[in-house]
């Protein structure tokens, strides 16, 4: 059994940065491509980004793309989310989790989840 926990989120004014982190323990995360999401209460979680075991691919989604990065250190057992130019929209609860698959933005096919971290954006 492994557990994702989140961590870094707040509140930050527009324009501001932020770098989420998600811890795991009782698994190494090497190996496995790991995902970061975010949901508004009433919405569907939304995919953000993506990197494989290896940490050589990544993948974004459109409206996040040259403004968040994400990485690994795996001697951490670390996930990251790099969060620059963030917007009042960026707003949401982010979530990290764990897929079998190399790479995926697809939620369903992530099989462990973190509880999240609030991130607020103000204007």
């Known amino acids: 059994q492994v557990d994702l926990v989140e961590s870094g989120g707040g509140l930050v004014q527009a324009g501001g940065s932020l770098r989420l982190s998600c811890a795991a323990s009782g698994r190494t995360l090497s190996g496995y491509g790991m995902g970061w999401f975010r949901q508004t209460p009433g919405s569907e979680r939304k995919f953000l980004a993506t990197?494989?075991?290896?940490?050589?691919?990544?993948h974004y989604e459109d409206s996040v793309r040259g403004r968040f990065t994400i990485s690994r250190d795996d001697a951490k057992n670390t996930v990251y989310l790099q969060m620059n130019s963030l917007r009042p929209t960026d707003t949401a609860r982010y979530y990290c989790?764990?897929?079998?698959?190399?790479?995926?933005?697809?939620?369903?096919?992530?099989?462990?989840w973190g509880q999240g971290t609030q991130v607020t954006v103000s204007s």
């Open positions: 989790a764990l897929t079998s698959y190399t790479i995926s933005s697809d939620p369903e096919l992530y099989y462990i």
């Open positions: 990197i494989n075991g290896g940490g050589t691919s990544t």
